[in-house]
């Protein structure tokens, strides 16, 4: 797949666990945030985002925390699946910018 | 609705050839990027378009690169001549103007052998 030599910390979980993936990111002044999942073959499909004036965002199965003060975002995802199995990127931006800056990604392994 | 498509999925090159990327966005979007990830490393930003426009090439990571965007729609990412050091997975993605959210494509793993 597109991940060979691509050392991802992993995550495993048991189906039907909740799962945390987390991220510290870079830049004080970015001001949106994204996580995206990345399937085998795939390019990144947008889960959720969440801007710097909230510190927390939900969506369907999906959480996203966002902690300014040191600079730490998550993800939880509830009663997680074996479609879940994926890689997890987040990336922060700045309006304006427009250019993302991803992380290196964590690979969630989802256990039956 | 199409989502942003690439082409080629993949492409195996000799070093010092020359290979063209393609990334269609999608329909309307104005705002189109180039981002790519080479072996072990992050996803990492190389440009932004605007319509036919370079916003921001800052990420281009040496002249053997060239984009293009002309009329607007569909982009080019021209690598001449290859390098071994080039070889990963070239993501193109878009957005609409005003919108934060960028759409990703499936990318082209190119390897340079």
């Known amino acids: 797949g597109e991940s060979v030599g691509l050392h991802l910390p992993t995550l495993s979980v048991q189906e039907g666990d909740n799962s945390i993936i987390n991220c510290a990111y870079s830049?004080?002044?970015?001001?949106?945030f994204i996580w995206y999942k990345q399937e085998s073959g795939k390019g990144p499909q947008f889960i959720i985002d969440i801007r710097s004036n909230m510190d927390k965002r939900q969506g369907q199965r999906v959480t996203v925390l966002l902690n300014k003060t040191v600079k730490h975002l998550s993800l939880q995802i509830a009663a997680t699946q074996p479609g879940d199995s994926a890689v997890y990127f987040c990336?922060?931006?700045?309006?304006?910018?427009?250019?993302?800056?991803f992380g290196t990604g964590t690979r969630l392994k989802v256990l039956a | 609705e199409a989502g942003v498509t690439q082409f080629p999925s993949h492409s195996v090159i000799e070093k010092g050839q020359t290979v063209t990327l393609r990334c269609d966005p999608i329909?309307?979007?104005?705002?189109l990027y180039w981002y790519r990830r080479v072996m072990g490393k992050e996803i990492k930003f190389l440009l932004h378009?605007?319509?036919?426009?370079?916003?921001?090439e800052s990420g281009m990571p040496n002249n053997r690169f060239l984009a293009e965007r002309t009329g607007g729609t569909y982009s080019t990412l021209k690598v001449q001549p290859a390098e071994l050091e080039d070889s990963g997975v070239y993501f193109c993605?878009?957005?609409?103007?005003?919108?934060?959210?960028?759409?990703f494509g499936p990318g082209t793993r190119l390897t340079v052998l």
């Open positions: 990336a922060e931006g700045r309006s304006g910018t427009y250019k993302y800056i």
């Open positions: 830049n004080s002044a970015s001001d949106y």
């Open positions: 329909s309307g979007h104005d705002n």
């Open positions: 378009f605007v319509k036919e426009s370079k916003q921001d």
């Open positions: 993605a878009s957005n609409l103007a005003g919108s934060d959210t960028q759409y």
